[in-house]
Structure formats: C-alpha cells, structure tokens
C-alpha cells in the first residue's frame, strides 16, 4: 500500500507541474485539480490510479452526486459535481498518455465521468449572482479610517477592486511597477510576475464610476508605500501583515504594520474583504462578485462598438460577448428582467412601421406631390 500512494504521489506531482508549465493555469485553478482528485482518492481508499476502470467512473460519479454539503443534509450541487468531474476527466486523460499507463487507462473509461446532458444543462446555466452595491462598498471604504497601515492597505484593497475589478490573484501579486500613477493604469503583465488568466497581459485603466474618493484612497497608499515604507519597484503594492515574536518567542501578535512580503495566497486575500464586510454589518461578497459590479456599472452606458471592445480588453477579455455576456447583458438577472418589462410602456409606446418601396416607386410618388 505504501508504494502504491508514493506512487500515486509521484504521478500527481508531475500532473500539477504539467498543468503550471505546460497548461499555464494559476496555483488557485491547480487547487480546483487537487480537490478533485482528493475527492477520487477518498472514494477509492487511495487505490492505485493505474486501477481506474469504468465500473470505478461510474461509481465514482454516482457517490459523488450523492455526496452531502458539509454539515447538511443536503445533497452538493450538480455544478460542484460537473466541475470535479471535469477535472478528474482532464488527469486520467494526462494519465492515460504516460508510460506504463497508455495500456491501463482506456479513453472509454474516461468518458463515463461523464454527467448527463440534462444534468450539464442544469450545472451551467446562467446564476443569478449577488454582488455589492455602490452604498455597500462605500460603507467598508470610507468606514476604514487609515488609523493603521493595515487599514489603509485593506481600504485601498477594495478601491482597486472597485476601480479594476481585477481577479484575485492578479491583485495579489501586483508589484509596484505595475501601476502608472500618470496613467492611471495598472499592468497586469506576467513579465512582471502578476499572476493572470492564461498569462495573459492585461492593460487596465482605473475607472471611479463617480467615487473618486476610492481612487485617492489607493494612489494615497501607494504614496505611502513608496515615499514612506520606501518600498521598491519590485515589492507588492498590497503587502502581508507584519508579525513578531511575543514574550519568549512562544507566541506572535500582529505589529498593525505591513512588510515588504507578497500574501501568501489568495485565501489571504479572501479573508480580509470577509473580515471587513463582517466588521461593518455587510454580508460577505466574494472579491470576484467586485468584476460583476463594475460590468454591470458600466453596461449602463450607451457605448460604440469600439468602446466596447476597448472595454472588453480592460477586463482582460479577448471577446466582447464574454464581457457582457457572460457577466452582462448577455444574461439579465430574473429580478432586473421584471422591473424591465414592467416598465415598458406597451400602451403609450409608438411603434415605427417602416414600409420598403423601390426607388422608382419613391421617384413616382415625388412626381404624384
């Protein structure tokens, strides 16, 4: 048994470095994998993965769909499945093209790993999502006094997710040479070690929406950070906390200051805007619900095609659809689609009828005139 889960620990190593170097996906998009396969191991009592059949696959998937949340009754959700699925799908796929596997993993196999096209249907439709509002996220800004660095990094955290709507992980590996305060644009830029979608290079400008208080706030803490903390191009624009040694080094506390260190994961992250919603009576909005607010700020305005596209690229995507599509109009929340047709004057509203006639017919009745 030993040399089966060293074994498996191995295969699992070199998969997780396949997916970082040849797949580029984030540490955090890995973490999804490992779950998964976390998942498939605990079902199977960490069998050897060159044991994977498809009596185990479809097994696997009906314990799965069985499977119930965390101090409930209830059953986990059919998207929860298909993601885990879709991952385990993608590592016995790797599997099955590594020597001495090519002959134990059969494709067919793979397959019934597989939901139902109904059961896919219902996992991907679009969600309602919740995300702050303008008053919500002001109350957290503005109730930050700056009174300590720590304050004034977590105050200037949420201005940038409201200026950018920037994923996590871009946000948390930002350097100090990724921002142009002239321009007023942040570089995601992997070559300067930010942590994006795909590696791909993201050129954003900061957009207030009319709060221009949150765009002092941040360019106030990144002066502070370069003219005070005399931090340099290369150190994050939102460091870790500072912690120290107690009394007799048996215990540590928290210095209220800030070091020259990255956060160590988007966890991190994660729980400071937890903790700061708490702390002002606001329900917990994940950081990414913070790139649905400004889409959707910014889909009340009439824009040209060109506009779009620009805007689009803002956010770091190549397609416009997936920018309004995905978090705009493309889908329209259940409870704005009801004020909309409620709102339609189908009474009072004119209706143009436009009648097609030819040109000589039009030349004909200029005459008639």
């Given at each position: 048994?030993?040399?089966?889960?060293?074994?498996?620990?191995?295969?699992?190593r070199?998969f997780?470095e396949?997916l970082?170097?040849?797949?580029?996906?984030s540490?955090?998009?890995?973490?999804?994998?490992?779950?998964?396969?976390?998942l498939?191991e605990?079902?199977t009592k960490k069998?050897?993965?060159?044991?994977?059949?498809?009596?185990?696959?479809k097994?696997?998937?009906?314990?799965?769909?069985n499977?119930?949340?965390?101090?409930?009754?209830?059953?986990?959700?059919i998207s929860?499945?298909?993601?885990?699925?879709?991952?385990?799908?993608?590592?016995?796929?790797?599997?099955?093209?590594?020597?001495?596997y090519?002959?134990?993993?059969?494709?067919?196999?793979?397959?019934?790993?597989?939901?139902t096209?109904?059961e896919?249907?219902?996992?991907t439709q679009?969600?309602n999502?919740e995300?702050?509002?303008?008053?919500?996220?002001?109350?957290?800004?503005?109730?930050?006094?700056?009174?300590?660095?720590?304050e004034?990094?977590?105050?200037?955290?949420f201005?940038l997710?409201?200026l950018?709507?920037?994923?996590?992980?871009?946000?948390?590996?930002?350097?100090?040479?990724?921002?142009?305060?002239?321009e007023?644009?942040?570089y995601?830029?992997?070559?300067?070690?930010?942590?994006?979608?795909?590696s791909?290079?993201?050129?954003?400008?900061?957009?207030?929406?009319?709060?221009?208080?949150?765009?002092?706030?941040f360019?106030?803490?990144?002066?502070?950070?370069?003219k005070?903390?005399?931090?340099q191009p290369?150190?994050?624009?939102f460091p870790a906390?500072?912690?120290?040694?107690?009394?007799?080094?048996?215990?540590y506390y928290?210095?209220?200051?800030?070091?020259?260190k990255f956060?160590?994961s988007?966890?991190s992250?994660r729980?400071?805007?937890?903790?700061?919603f708490?702390?002002?009576?606001?329900?917990?909005?994940?950081?990414?619900?913070f790139?649905?607010f400004?889409?959707k700020?910014?889909?009340?305005f009439?824009?040209?095609?060109?506009?779009?596209k620009?805007?689009?690229?803002?956010?770091?995507?190549?397609?416009?659809?997936?920018?309004?599509g995905?978090?705009?109009?493309?889908?329209?929340?259940?409870?704005?689609?009801?004020e909309?047709?409620r709102n339609?004057d189908?009474?009072?509203?004119k209706?143009?009828?436009?009648?097609?006639i030819?040109?000589?017919?039009?030349?004909q009745l200029?005459?008639?005139?």
């Amino acid at each position: 048994m030993t040399t089966i889960i060293y074994r498996n620990e191995l295969l699992k190593r070199r998969f997780y470095e396949w997916l970082k170097n040849s797949k580029r996906f984030s540490d955090d998009t890995i973490k999804c994998f490992e779950k998964a396969i976390w998942l498939w191991e605990d079902f199977t009592k960490k069998a050897d993965f060159g044991s994977f059949n498809m009596t185990k696959a479809k097994d696997f998937k009906d314990w799965l769909k069985n499977k119930k949340k965390k101090n409930s009754k209830e059953n986990i959700s059919i998207s929860y499945c298909n993601d885990n699925l879709r991952h385990l799908k993608i590592f016995f796929d790797w599997l099955s093209k590594q020597a001495g596997y090519k002959s134990k993993i059969n494709q067919t196999a793979i397959d019934y790993l597989n939901l139902t096209r109904k059961e896919v249907r219902e996992a991907t439709q679009p969600k309602n999502v919740e995300y702050p509002t303008l008053e919500e996220i002001k109350k957290v800004i503005e109730g930050l006094k700056g009174k300590t660095e720590i304050e004034m990094r977590d105050r200037a955290l949420f201005a940038l997710a409201f200026l950018t709507g920037a994923r996590i992980t871009a946000i948390r590996t930002l350097p100090m040479r990724s921002f142009d305060k002239k321009e007023l644009v942040i570089y995601q830029d992997p070559v300067l070690g930010v942590e994006t979608k795909f590696s791909k290079k993201i050129t954003t400008v900061l957009i207030p929406f009319g709060y221009k208080e949150a765009l002092n706030y941040f360019i106030e803490w990144f002066d502070y950070l370069e003219k005070e903390k005399k931090f340099q191009p290369n150190d994050p624009i939102f460091p870790a906390t500072k912690i120290e040694n107690g009394k007799d080094n048996i215990s540590y506390y928290n210095t209220g200051e800030v070091e020259a260190k990255f956060l160590k994961s988007s966890t991190s992250l994660r729980k400071i805007f937890e903790k700061r919603f708490k702390q002002f009576g606001i329900q917990y909005y994940h950081p990414h619900t913070f790139r649905h607010f400004v889409i959707k700020e910014m889909s009340k305005f009439p824009m040209t095609k060109e506009e779009e596209k620009a805007y689009s690229q803002n956010m770091g995507h190549e397609n416009v659809g997936t920018t309004f599509g995905s978090y705009g109009y493309g889908h329209i929340e259940e409870k704005r689609q009801i004020e909309i047709i409620r709102n339609i004057d189908f009474e009072g509203r004119k209706r143009e009828v436009r009648v097609v006639i030819s040109l000589d017919e039009a030349r004909q009745l200029l005459k008639e005139k």
